[in-house]
């Protein structure tokens, strides 16, 4: 338990260490971001048209048509959403309106027991099998690449998050989680015994 726990923990710190270069120094992932030409009056435009405060918003904001609408009121109604999706603008963005509280700090333990936590489970699922050491690191690889795949593509396929952004965030979580499974399979897993 003791070695696992070890693992576990230097497995978090290399993943934690892996994402703080990814998004710091190596700046794939802002390169992707894009700025308004008018920034002070986009927030103007924002600060005044928030409906409920902090959240996720979307341009059109496709609900429902009215529950008194009549069958062609509900059809012009979902014709009109249909166009505006077509024609644009498309926003989907996380809105705070006013002031927050920045905290590095917090955000940066909160991170590392993120790490932690998926280090634990992964370590779990690792100590179930018997692999030699390659195999242990494509084994947790596999767990990034899958949380790459269920976390990111969907937002790519229904939130139309460009592509290059996509594949960075995907690219990142496989490539933290090799990182963390040449660490974590030094620790977490047996080896295969070869029967004669």
């Known amino acids: 338990m003791i070695k696992f726990i070890l693992g576990a923990f230097l497995t ?3 993943v934690f260490l892996w994402e703080a270069v990814s998004w710091t ?12 030409r008018d920034e002070s009056a986009v927030a103007e435009v924002i600060k ?5 405060g902090h959240g996720i918003y979307r341009l059109p904001s ?11 009121e509900k059809k012009v109604f979902e014709e009109k959403q249909a166009q505006a999706m077509e024609n644009g603008p498309y926003v ?3 809105i705070r309106p006013g002031k927050g509280e920045i905290n590095m700090g917090r955000s940066m333990i909160l991170s590392f027991i993120r790490s932690l936590v998926c280090a634990c489970l992964i370590g779990a ?17 596999a767990a990034g690449l899958f949380a790459g795949l269920t976390c990111d593509l ?12 996509t594949i960075v965030n995907i690219a990142d979580h ?10 974590l399979g030094v620790f977490v897993g047996r080896e295969p015994v070869l029967e004669r």
Do not use: C
């Not at 794939?28 to 971001?33: D, E, I, L, M, S």
């Not at 699922?125 to 690889?141: E, G, H, K, M, N």
């Open 12 to 14: 978090a710190i290399a």
């Open 25 to 36: 120094a190596l700046s794939w992932h802002v390169n992707g971001f894009r700025s308004f």
């Open 48 to 52: 005044a048209n928030v409906s409920a």
């Open 62 to 72: 496709m609900e429902d048509a009215p529950k008194l609408a009549t069958a062609e």
């Open 92 to 94: 989907y963005a996380i």
């Open 125 to 141: 699922l690792l100590s179930q099998v018997a692999l030699f050491y390659p195999a242990r690191i494509a084994f947790v690889a």
């Open 154 to 165: 969907p937002l790519w396929i229904w939130m139309e998050n460009p592509g290059r952004d």
């Open 174 to 183: 496989l490539i933290a989680w090799i990182i963390g499974g040449a660490v």
